[in-house]
Structures are given as structure tokens and as C-alpha cells.
């Protein structure tokens, strides 16, 4: 059917399966008894490019924690009260997401119960995504009506650059959304489930990573 | 049926035109050579700075004909000041670590061989692959035009540690927009790194062969994949420490800038931060930076050894588990660079102890190829003997680690030329030579053409002599207590030491103009050079299964299955003393493929 | 792969490779043997200890250089040039032999001495100061050192930066007129200590990282901005020896320097007198 989305078709054709312990090549060659079993590399980059952003923010974490200590002019601030509005907001953008991915998922393998392609629920990720964007620039706005701008003290230098950093991977996931709304809606659809769920794992990682800077926030600020 | 694109051919047909076969190109193969290019460009460029600095050390009154144009202010009648020696300094330590011994032993040959050693159609994200070569591409530029902006290049060393180099323009000449553009070229480097790294993981994780297990991928490939690990998480440290420096001198916070700084007679704006900070965020990454440049030089040189020793190393796995460890430890030591750096001393204490364990993994390497030496049938190329000068150049410059482990001693060699001479013998020399015996491997197999032995044998000599002469000596002058980092030297004690450094001057001069004879070599045989054969070297591995160069699609549209270890060697093989990986018959010898431990 | 030439048959080569590393060996040993560069004598109390952990690390170092340049191309001769039909040997032992070597050998060397030799470390970084230890104060700025003696109230007055003025002297931005304890500090551009006493020496950077290195005296410490960092030594021989700054600072590093004078008691007093005179 020209209009369904389907997985790679598994023929040896296709380049690159890995020989794990399981796809060891007897010398007689006989390659009919090995199986298939490596991962498409979305999935294994996506865990990759995780590791990074961890890595980078536990530097940040480091950071503060170090220049918390090495002055005594470590200012207490009023987290702004819209960042738990937009921690609800980019909750929910998890909950859309993970709706979709669902049923974009059973629409790939040919059991949806009509031929509409399920973006409506991607939509409202990307929606919710943009609100939470606005939502921390709100937050910014905010800090600044209250005198505290990038250099006014360690802590608002601090508040500034992780949630600015947090913020533009974001942007970055909104865009493999986009990404992703593309691809599915083509007259013939490209996408393939590993990039969906790559997206996916990307854009709850940013939940994860938002939860973890909330509490450090909270818990040094 | 829809056609899916395959996870890595994304591009399924050939390339078509110019601008997509040669410069926005998605093969690994072009990325790879324009890694080397890019690399070749910034070692020159490198060791031209490094003349210019040799040259000035021991004749410091004397012009430079023609340097007043790079520079007025710098080099005003071609004499070159003091800030710019230390410019010079900053940016040939930047480039040669960076955009010399990043790019090449990694980027360059990785990008290229990678894939095909294990038996893959392209890298895993090509169209990142793309990315990463012009992203960092585009922090050369920025990194370059740093020469030609009021103030110059930065003074700070390539180290740059704050507050000098996150005050601004009061601390130095080239602290101003100069230093900035040198934060903004590394943070840009950082990302290029990470979506390399990325990919040569993924790659190697996902995209291997039917029957390349991972311990049957040969050790240029493991080593590889180690450093793209090491990578991920060092430049993934870098890049948040730069954004501050960048944010320090930009944006007026207070990372690394303590407050009460008398600079330049104006009192500094700034308060509360850390310069000890920015060491240890450096640090964090600077030590497995050195880690990255070194390791897969000792893989290439490995590869290229067993082909030309005609067996394998006495033990695959003990050479991989080695590299694991010294790149497990590498993210321990640190602070062995900030032994007298102000820390708490007990630290420097902690930081020794894994430092010193490193020198295990480090010993069970050399003696493997030492002892894998023996009993061998040593068939001596250029690229033979730059496997063998690394091993001779690791030993050397990894013996003086030994003294520079332990705090008690680095007390009096920290920051005089011993340190100098330790990295340059392990970076600057051993990586290096793993490049150029790379490079006198793989040429005919990247070009269709042979390099000229002759050429390549007298660059050997004229190189490694001439190495052993500047940096042996480097050693003798920290030991006397010859500071670095001076561009001139004014001390009492100076006196006596001046004729070493002149030997070191002329040895240095003559050792860089040998390199043209390998640039020559280079230019001329891939024109003219004598038509390679497909395995012209009777090497085991899957790129010699390939036509010389290798098609657009490595493998032609088929994929290659793997039988055998890659070093089957000393066999009876139908063609000869070895059997390649992708060779059905079986080996007929004593030994049998489960002694390969 | 084209027939081997005859020179690659007798393996020239590799036999050229063998002499050439042992000659270089040999020439980077001479000097070290022959004690032609070295560290200078020695004047402080806790630096025997540090060349002695020197020279039994060159000791060890030396012999891993040379056993392992040595060994290197004695394989490279015996073993290029081989006919085609000579069998591969394994080394006695084969890779368990060599793991073992590395851990046993070279490990337990490199940890002994590595621990062993913190005792050094120790005796520096690891004691307080003495409690009547002479106190002096050292600021290191772009590009000179100044010390301070805290005179006879033994109170350093505080500093305040935006007092400092090169022009008339005040390098240290001491104020004097509202500190009492600044009165009586004295000012120096040399540092003068006397002989077998101990001294404490306080560190404070005006602008950027310096670093207080006496090579004679085996000492070496960075001064980090914002960090109050001290060293204590005591010298056991008088003289003049230069202090060199080695942490790159600017453009003048290389011209910032010092000159530490270890004077036997009388004359230190007589020089702290006279400096005292000269504020």
C-alpha cells in the first residue's frame, strides 16, 4: 500500500547488520540460520547524545556547586513562580508525546483502526513545547523587573545560563519534532520508528533534565 | 512497497557533481580527507609558529623579513615583541593540539577507515558527519582570524587560564577580541567533536559486518572507538567551561574572576569567582585530550606493525584491555597538572596514585610490541619505521611522565621546559610519527598510488633524528630549571644553557624543512606515483578486500562477511603467509583461531 | 607486493633503525650520567629529601629507557631481514609474561617510589609553620614581586587595591593613615630571610595567576587571585638566589623576577633595620 509507513523491509540488501556473539559465520558459510538482532543506529545515538547533555550539565552542576563555595556572595533569589507552570506544561508535552508515539506506532504496523495519520497528538507536543519556551523567557522577564540580570550575582548568572542552556536543547527537540511532523505527513511517509522513538526518548530526556535543574535550583537558590 | 533509506546509506546513489562529491560530501572517505587536509593545513601552519618562536628564543633582536606584515604591532620591523611571542605560542599549542592531533590520528583516518574495517557502507549519520567536518572547519577560520584582529592572538597559552585570559584587554595585549575569538573557536570545536564522536560509536556499535564481533575488529578500529568514548565526555566538559570564559568576558559575571583584581591599574568589575574553577573544568578535559591524541596512534601503529611483522601482537585483548584502562584512568588524573596550582595539597597526593597506575597499562603495551618483535618476520617499510620510531618515542617520552607523577619532584620541574619535553615526545613526536605511518600505509589504499619509499625512508631518518635532537634536550634544560612559557630569557643561570637551546634552534629548523620532503611525497605520488595494487602490503583487514581507491559505496553494493580474527598471519593461507577477515577458508595451521586471547 | 630487494632481504634497514636508537640511547644517557645539566646545589632543609626521590626515579627511568631502547632494537636487527622461510616464535612466556613484567616489575616500582616519595610532598605541604617563624608577605602583579615584613607589632595591616600607587611607592595599597597595624610594615623589593629559621611566607596575587619558584631552594607554589596560599621553608645556606615567576602572567613573565637573600640572623636584622628606616 503506497500510504503506509513501514519499517525497513529485513533483506540482505540492506548494508551493516552487526555479527554480535550471536551471528558468528561457521567456514562453511552457511548464512541461513543468522538472525538480525543490531539496533538501528537512532537508538544507539540517541543513548550517545543523552550522555553528552548529562555530562555537560553535571560540568554546570560542578560549577556552581564550586563557585557556591569559594565566595560568601552566594544571594539568595525568589525562583520565579511561572517555572512550575511551565514544569507542568512541559509534564503534559511529555504525556502528548508519548499519546502519539503510541499511536503513530500502531499506525506503522498496519493495526490503526482508520488510515488518518496520527499528528494531531505531535502538534500538541510542539505547542506545548513553545509554551514552555515562552514560559522561561517569561520567567527571565520576570527576574529582570526584579533588578537581577546575567552579572547582578552568582546565582542569577547561574539561573540564567542553566535554564538558557536547557532552553535551546529544547528548541533543539522541538525541531526533531518537526522533524518527525515532516516526515510523517509526506504523501509517502518516511518515518521510521527509530527515529520516532529517538525523538521521543530526546524530548523526555528534557523533562528529566528540567525536574533534575528544578530541584537544583531549589535546593541552592 | 515503499524504499526505506538504509540506517547509513542514506544516500543510495552515487554523488552527483562537484560541490557533493568533493565539498558538501556525506562519504567518510571525503570527510576523512578533508579532516587530513584541514589537519595538514593547521601542522604547517603549527610548526611555522614553532620556527618563528625556536628562532627568536635565541636570537631575540634579530628581524624576521617579512613578519611586520603579518603583524605591525607584533613583529614591528619584523623584530617580534614579547606578547607576541606568547601569541604565537598560544596559538601554536592551540592548533597543534586541536586541529592537529584531533583532526588526524582521529577524525582524518578514523572518518575513513572506520566503517570499512568493520565492513560498513558509510558512518552511521553521515549527514552529521557532513556537519562535523565544516563545523570544524568554521572554528579553524574563527581560530585563525584571531591574527588579524586589533590586539592579535591571545597571550594566555593554549591552557588559558583565568583570570588572565577572562579579565579582557587590561591583562595583555590580544586579550581583547583576539581571546574571545579564540573561547568562541573552541566552543565551536567542542560541538564539532561530540557529533564526531557520536557517530564513530554508533557506528561502530550498530554497523559492523555479519561476523565482525568486537573482538574481531582490528585495533586502529578499537582504537578509534576508545577515543570517540574518551571524547564524548571530555568535550562535553570543555564546552560548558568555555561558555563561562566566553559569558566572564562578555557578559561581566564572575566564574572565574575573584574580586580586588588590580589589573592594568583599573580594579576589575568582578567578584566572587573561581580561577582554580576554570583549571579544574580545563583539566577535566585537557587530560583526556592528550589520551585522545595518543590513542589511536597506538592503534594505527599496532595495525601497521603485525602487517609488518608478519604475526599478531602476543595478546588482541591484552592491547584492547589496556587501552580501556588508560582510558578509564585517564578521567582520574586531572589534577596532576595543578599539583602547585593552590589546590589542597592532599589532592595532589589522590591525584598522583592513579597517575602513577597508568604507567602499567602503559608498560604491558610497549612490552607487547616489544615482545611481539620477537620471532617475528620484520619486513621494514616507511610506514614500518614509523610504527617502530612511536614505539621508540613513547618509551622516551613515557618514562619522563614518571618523574612529573609525583608531586615531591614536579615541585621543582613543574613549568620549566622538562614538562615541555615530556608532551612534545609523547604528542608531538609519537602521535605524529602514528600519522605519518598511517598516512605511508594507507596512501596507495586512499589513492590508487604508491608513496615513494625512498622519500619515505629519508623523511623517517631526517625525522626522527631530528626530533630526538630538539626534544632530548628540552629535557637536560628543565632539569637545570629553564622556566617555559618565557619568550626571552634573562635569568642568571641562562648563560650556559643559550648553546643547547641554539642546537635545538637548527635542529628544529632542519627537522621542519624535512617535512617538505614528506608534503613533496604526498603531492607528487598522488598524481604521479607508481599504480597501487589492491593489497599491496598482503594485510588481513577489510580495507585491503577493496579496489584501491575503494567506490563511492565501499563494498559495491555488497556486504562483506566476516570469517576470521583480523591478524591472521603466519598461516597457510591461499595467497600467501596470511588469510584476510573476509576469506572463507579455513586456517590451516597450528594454531587455531581460539589462541588469539 | 613487489619482490624484496636485496637490502630488504639482509634487512638494512631495520639493522640501521637498531644502531640508530641505541646511539641515541647512549647520547640521551651521557648527559645525565655525566651530571651535566642539573638541578643546583640544594639550601633548604626539606629539599635532600627531594632529590633523593630525583635520583632514584632517574635511576629507575634511565634503566626503563634504556632496557626498553635497547631491547627494541635488538629485535628490530635480529629479526628484520629474516628469510621467508623461518618460522614465527612466540617470546618465552608470551603475553602473560609481559603483563606479569609490567604489574610486577615496573608497578610495584613505580607505586613504591610513588609513595614513598610523598614523604617530600609531605614535609612541605603537610606541616603548619612554626610558630616563630619569620612572617613575610609576598605579592606577586604583572610583572614584579614585592614583600612585606609586618614590623614590629607582627601584624600585616590590611590591603586595599585601589590604594596601590607604583609612582609613589605603595605597591601594596596599604593605607596607613587609617590602619594602625600598616604603620610599622616595611616594604621591600627583595626578599631577605635569615638562615636556618623557618619562614612563612604569605601569598597574594594583585591581578592574575603567579607563581613563587626558588630553584635552589625547591620550592614552587602558584599565587591564585582570591586564595590566601602560603609555603614555609627554612634555608640552611646564605647567598643570593633568584626567584623566577612560572606561571604565564603576561607579557612580562619572562622579565618577572626576584631575588631572594638568605642572611646569617645579625645580618638579617641589621637589613630589616635599615628597610625599616626607608618606608
Redo the contacts between chains.
Keep these: 500500500m503506497a500510504t503506509t509507513v513501514h519499517e525497513p523491509p529485513k533483506s540482505d540488501r540492506l548494508p551493516g547488520r552487526n555479527g554480535s556473539g550471536h551471528n558468528l559465520i561457521p567456514a562453511e558459510g552457511d548464512l541461513r540460520a543468522i538472525q538480525d538482532r543490531s539496533p538501528e543506529p537512532a537508538r544507539t545515538g540517541i543513548w550517545i547524545g543523552l550522555a553528552t547533555i548529562t555530562m555537560s550539565f553535571a560540568a554546570f552542576t560542578s560549577a556552581l556547586i564550586v563557585r557556591q563555595g569559594s565566595a560568601a556572595d552566594w544571594q539568595h533569589i525568589t525562583l520565579p513562580r511561572v517555572l512550575y507552570f511551565n514544569t507542568l506544561v512541559l509534564l503534559a508535552s511529555s504525556v502528548t508525546l508519548e499519546v502519539s508515539r503510541r499511536r503513530i506506532s500502531t499506525y506503522m504496523r498496519g493495526m490503526a483502526s482508520d488510515a488518518v495519520r496520527p499528528v494531531s497528538w505531535l502538534y500538541a507536543t510542539v505547542f506545548l513545547g513553545m509554551v514552555f519556551v515562552a514560559g522561561q523567557y517569561a520567567a527571565w522577564v520576570r527576574l529582570k523587573s526584579e533588578g537581577l540580570y546575567l552579572p547582578t550575582s552568582p546565582t542569577s548568572s547561574f539561573f540564567y545560563v542553566l535554564t538558557a542552556a536547557h532552553a535551546l536543547h529544547v528548541l533543539g527537540g522541538l525541531g526533531g519534532l518537526a522533524n518527525v511532523i515532516q516526515k510523517l505527513s509526506r504523501s509517502v511517509a518516511t518515518l521510521r520508528r527509530s527515529t520516532l522513538d529517538a525523538t521521543s526518548y530526546y524530548w523526555h530526556f528534557m523533562g528529566i533534565l528540567w525536574l533534575y535543574l528544578l530541584l537544583l535550583l531549589w535546593l541552592k537558590f | 512497497m515503499h524504499d526505506i533509506p538504509a540506517p547509513a546509506a542514506q544516500h543510495h546513489t552515487p554523488p552527483q557533481g562537484f560541490i557533493r562529491k568533493h565539498i558538501f560530501s556525506v562519504d567518510h572517505k571525503v570527510i576523512g580527507k578533508q579532516y587530513y587536509g584541514l589537519a595538514l593545513v593547521a601542522v604547517f601552519t603549527g610548526m611555522g609558529l614553532s620556527w618563528l618562536m625556536r628562532f627568536h628564543l635565541v636570537w631575540p633582536n634579530k628581524a624576521i623579513y617579512g613578519l611586520q606584515w603579518l603583524s605591525k604591532i607584533g613583529a614591528p620591523g619584523g623584530v617580534i615583541t614579547p606578547e607576541y611571542y606568547l601569541s604565537l605560542m598560544t596559538m601554536h599549542g592551540t592548533l597543534m593540539v586541536f586541529f592537529v592531533l584531533t583532526n588526524a590520528p582521529f577524525a582524518a583516518f578514523g572518518n575513513y577507515f572506520l566503517p570499512i574495517q568493520i565492513g560498513a557502507e558509510d558512518m552511521a549519520f553521515p549527514r552529521f558527519n557532513m556537519m562535523s567536518f565544516w563545523i570544524t572547519f568554521l572554528a579553524f577560520v574563527v581560530l585563525i582570524s584571531a591574527f588579524f584582529v586589533p590586539g592579535g592572538p591571545p597571550i594566555s597559552g593554549w591552557t588559558s587560564y583565568a583570570p588572565l585570559s577572562a579579565v579582557g584587554p587590561d591583562s595583555g595585549p590580544g586579550e581583547g577580541l583576539g581571546q574571545t575569538l579564540w573561547a568562541v573557536s573552541i566552543a565551536i570545536f567542542c560541538v564539532a567533536s561530540l557529533l564526531g564522536a557520536l557517530n564513530f560509536i554508533a557506528t561502530t556499535l550498530d554497523l559492523r559486518a555479519k561476523g565482525m564481533t568486537l573482538m574481531r575488529m582490528p585495533l586502529s578500529t578499537w582504537a578509534w572507538f576508545i577515543t570517540s568514548c574518551i571524547a564524548l565526555l571530555a568535550f562535553a566538559v570543555l564546552l560548558p567551561a568555555t561558555l563561562l570564559l566566553i559569558l566572564d568576558r562578555v557578559a561581566g559575571t564572575s566564574f572565574f574572576i575573584p574580586s580586588n583584581l588590580m589589573v592594568g591599574d583599573r580594579l576589575q568589575p568582578h567578584s566572587g569567582g573561581s580561577p582554580l574553577l576554570w583549571q579544574h573544568l580545563f583539566w577535566f578535559f585537557g587530560h583526556p585530550e592528550v589520551y585522545i591524541a595518543i590513542l589511536p596512534s597506538m592503534g594505527i601503529i599496532s595495525h601497521i606493525l603485525i602487517t609488518s611483522m608478519r604475526r599478531p601482537l602476543l595478546s588482541h585483548k591484552a592491547i584492547i584491555y589496556s587501552m580501556l584502562s588508560i582510558a578509564f584512568l585517564s578521567y582520574m588524573v586531572w589534577g596532576h597538572h595543578m599539583f602547585v596550582s593552590g589546590m589542597n595539597p592532599f589532592s595532589s597526593l589522590m591525584f598522583s596514585f592513579p597517575t602513577l597506575l597508568i604507567t602499567i597499562p602503559s608498560t604491558i603495551l610497549t612490552l607487547i610490541w616489544l615482545g611481539s618483535l620477537y620471532g617475528s618476520k620484520l619486513h621494514i617499510t616507511s610506514a614500518t619505521l614509523f610504527a617502530l620510531g612511536f614505539v621508540s618515542m613513547f618509551v622516551s617520552g613515557g618514562v619522563t611522565g614518571f618523574f612529573l607523577a609525583q608531586p615531591s619532584i614536579d615541585i621543582y620541574l613543574h613549568a620549566t621546559y622538562f614538562v615541555v619535553g615530556h608532551f612534545h615526545m609523547v604528542m608531538g613526536v609519537a602521535s605524529l610519527f602514528g600519522v605519518f605511518a598511517g598516512t605511508y600505509f594507507w596512501f596507495p589504499k586512499m589513492t590508487g598510488r604508491m608513496m615513494s619509499e625512498t622519500l619515505g625512508k629519508l623523511h623517517f631518518w631526517l625525522t626522527f633524528v631530528g626530533t630526538y635532537c630538539i626534544f632530548m634536550p628540552f629535557h637536560y634544560l628543565g632539569l637545570a630549571g629553564n622556566v617555559r612559557r618565557y619568550s626571552t630569557f634573562v635569568n642568571d643561570f641562562m648563560g650556559p644553557l643559550m648553546p643547547v637551546h641554539k642546537f635545538i634552534t637548527i635542529a628544529a629548523l632542519l627537522t621542519g624543512a624535512s617535512q617538505f620532503i614528506f608534503l613533496y611525497n604526498l603531492i607528487h605520488s598522488r598524481f604521479r606515483g607508481k599504480p597501487a595494487p589492491q593489497n599491496p602490503w598482503n594485510a588481513t583487514s577489510l580495507e585491503w578486500t577493496m579496489p584501491s581507491p575503494p567506490p563511492w559505496d565501499n563494498f559495491g553494493g555488497k556486504h562483506p562477511v566476516v570469517y576470521h580474527d583480523p591478524y591472521q598471519y603466519g598461516v597457510e593461507g591461499s595467497t600467501g603467509d596470511y588469510v584476510m577477515q573476509d576469506s572463507p577458508e579455513q586456517i590451516k595451521s597450528v594454531r587455531d583461531e581460539k589462541t588469539l586471547t | 607486493?613487489a619482490a624484496?630487494t636485496s637490502g630488504?632481504k639482509r634487512?638494512t634497514?631495520?639493522k640501521l633503525?637498531a644502531v640508530?636508537?641505541v646511539l641515541?640511547a647512549i647520547?640521551?644517557a651521557v648527559?645525565?650520567l655525566m651530571h651535566?645539566?642539573?638541578?643546583?646545589a640544594d639550601i633548604s632543609t626539606h629539599g635532600p629529601?627531594?632529590d633523593e626521590?630525583?635520583s632514584d626515579?632517574?635511576a629507575?627511568?634511565?634503566l626503563?629507557?634504556l632496557a626498553?631502547?635497547f631491547?627494541?632494537a635488538f629485535?628490530?636487527w635480529k629479526?628484520?631481514?629474516?628469510p621467508?622461510t623461518?618460522?614465527?616464535?612466540?617470546?618465552p612466556g608470551?603475553?602473560t609474561?609481559?603483563?606479569a613484567?609490567?604489574?610486577i616489575l615496573?608497578?610495584t616500582e613505580?607505586?613504591a617510589?610513588?609513595?614513598l616519595?610523598?614523604?617530600?610532598?609531605a614535609t612541605?605541604?603537610?606541616t603548619a609553620p612554626a610558630a616563630n617563624a619569620v612572617q613575610v608577605q609576598t605579592q606577586a602583579?604583572?610583572f614584579a614581586f614585592y614583600f612585606r615584613y609586618p614590623g614590629p607589632d607582627g601584624k600585616f595591616g590590611p590591603?586595599h587595591?585601589?590604594k596601590?600607587d607604583e609612582g609613589n611607592q605603595n605597591f601594596f595599597?596599604l593605607d596607613p593613615d587609617n590602619d594602625p597595624d600598616s604603620k610599622d610594615d616595611i616594604v621591600t623589593a627583595e626578599l631577605a630571610i635569615p638562615v636556618n629559621r623557618e619562614v612563612h611566607l604569605l601569598m597574594h596575587a594583585?591581578?592574575?595567576?603567579h607563581?613563587f619558584?626558588v630553584?635552589e631552594l625547591?620550592?614552587?607554589?602558584?599565587?591564585?587571585?582570591?586564595?590566601d596560599?602560603s609555603l614555609h621553608f627554612t634555608a640552611n645556606k646564605t647567598g643570593r638566589y633568584?626567584i623566577?615567576c612560572?606561571?604565564?602572567?603576561?607579557?612580562?613573565?619572562?622579565?618577572m623576577?626576584g631575588y631572594l637573600t638568605v642572611l646569617s640572623q645579625e645580618d638579617f636584622d641589621t637589613w630589616l633595620k635599615q628597610k625599616a628606616s626607608e618606608q
Excluded at chain 3, 79 to 82: I, K, L, P, R, Y
Excluded at chain 3, 86 to 91: L, Q, V, W
Design positions: 607486493m624484496p630488504e634487512g634497514m631495520g633503525f640508530i636508537v641515541i647520547a640521551s648527559p645525565i651535566k645539566w642539573v638541578p643546583p629529601t627531594i626521590q630525583m626515579t632517574m629507575e627511568a634511565g626503563s629507557f626498553a631502547q631491547l627494541l629485535f628490530v629479526f628484520s631481514g629474516v621467508a623461518a618460522k614465527i616464535r612466540t617470546f608470551g603475553a609474561a609481559m603483563v613484567a609490567a604489574v615496573v608497578g613505580v607505586l617510589l610513588g609513595i616519595g610523598q614523604r617530600a610532598w612541605v605541604y603537610f602583579g604583572q590591603l587595591p585601589d596601590i595599597g594583585k591581578d592574575v595567576n607563581s619558584y630553584r625547591r620550592i614552587q607554589q602558584d599565587f591564585v587571585p582570591g586564595l596560599l633568584e623566577l612560572t606561571q604565564l602572567c603576561g607579557l612580562g613573565h619572562y622579565n623576577k
